[in-house]
């Protein structure tokens, strides 16, 4: 079991920025893949973001936020985070901290979600 837990949303301004956290315990050693995943009302939960936790590589981005989102680790902190720069309204969303095992071929644990508003 993994327990995940996010931070780091609020309101801004468009053209603004904010950094979530996303915060892991228990069975780190699991880990496969972290991702950020987002929804907005009325839509489908979108993927956003993702890296491998433990092996170092490209990260992999939603088309929407190329060249805007950033995603990021700290492994001593047990902590991805999501730098999130130029936002624009359509970023407006819950988002949410996904975690997939490595021993499953999907996110299975996911956080809380935190709310992003991005006003115009």
């Known amino acids: 079991q993994v327990q995940v837990v996010e931070s780091g949303g609020g309101l801004v301004q468009v053209g603004g920025s904010l950094r979530l956290s996303c915060t892991a315990s228990g069975n780190i050693f699991s880990i496969n893949t972290m991702g950020w995943f987002r929804q907005a009302p009325g839509r489908e939960r979108e993927f956003v973001a993702g890296?491998?936790?433990?092996?170092?590589?490209?990260?992999t981005y939603a088309d929407s936020v190329k060249g805007r989102f950033t995603i990021s680790r700290d492994i001593a902190k047990s902590t991805a985070y999501l730098q999130m720069n130029s936002l624009k309204p359509e970023d407006t969303a819950i988002y949410y901290c996904g975690i997939q095992p490595s021993d499953v071929g999907h996110y299975t644990y996911w956080g809380q979600g935190t709310q992003v508003t991005v006003s115009s």
């Open positions: 890296a491998t936790w433990w092996r170092s590589g490209s990260p």
